[in-house]
């Protein structure tokens, strides 16, 4: 498999993962802002997880669960008749858990801080909930959900312990640019293994960058 191929593979996998991030990650968010549950901290704390645990730890339970003789792998073998450890599928559920917090956090921060009597005026003037989001929530956090959807996809491009744990190593199916990587280090391709680390170091600088200079990086993530 060449260097193009595994470009492609790890950019479909970040803009899939990224765009389940936004979709799951955006009601949480606003869950976590904005709830008075009792459970609402232990939650917290578990969106928060992948910022202190080792990725091996969570790769090794997910491979146990996506197992082809575990509940959930006989229900995906039996829905999508094929097997769910060792696929794409599984990189992007995996890929999606362990990014949570890079989305949910930039973003629960920003809800917490928006103006809550504009959105009580809103809806006393008879806003229904998705024009007060169109018209006030989306335009009041749009920086941050540039940052997030920004920190998602270059932390899943980035990612190496749960996909190496969940994917294998398998070219044209789970072989990402950090597998890659491990792949040419470990036969001893050091030119190509230079090559793919120099464009990893330097993509993750250039989107750091361009997110503090357009001012989208008054965030930080907290564990």
């Known amino acids: 498999m060449n260097e193009l191929d595994v470009i492609w593979l790890t950019v479909k996998l970040a803009t899939v993962t990224t765009a389940w991030l936004l979709v799951l990650g955006t009601p949480l968010a606003w869950w976590l802002a904005n709830g ?70 930039p973003l629960q921060a920003a809800f917490r801080q928006l103006d809550r009597g504009l959105l009580e005026a809103a809806a006393v003037l008879g806003a ?26 270059a932390h899943t491009v980035g990612e190496f312990g749960v996909v190496l744990m969940i994917g294998g190593n398998i070219p044209g199916e789970t072989q990402v640019l950090s597998i890659a990587l491990f792949d040419r280090v470990e036969s001893l391709q050091f030119a190509q293994a230079h090559a793919l680390a120099a464009g990893l170091m330097a993509f993750s600088f250039v989107m750091l960058f361009l997110l503090y200079r357009r001012g989208h990086g008054n965030w930080r993530l907290q564990s």
């Open 36 to 105: 008075r549950s009792r459970w609402r901290t232990a939650v917290e704390a578990v969106v928060a997880l992948p910022l202190i645990l080792p990725p091996t730890v969570l790769g090794f339970y997910l491979l146990i669960a996506f197992a082809p003789d575990s509940a959930l792998g006989q229900l995906w073998q039996q829905i999508t008749g094929s097997r769910l450890a060792f696929s794409f599928s599984a990189l992007v559920i995996g890929s999606v858990l362990y990014s949570m917090p890079f989305v949910v956090q």
């Open 128 to 153: 229904p909930a998705r024009d007060r989001w169109l018209t006030i929530i989306l335009p009041s956090c749009r920086h941050s959900f540039i940052t997030a959807a920004s920190l998602g996809f």
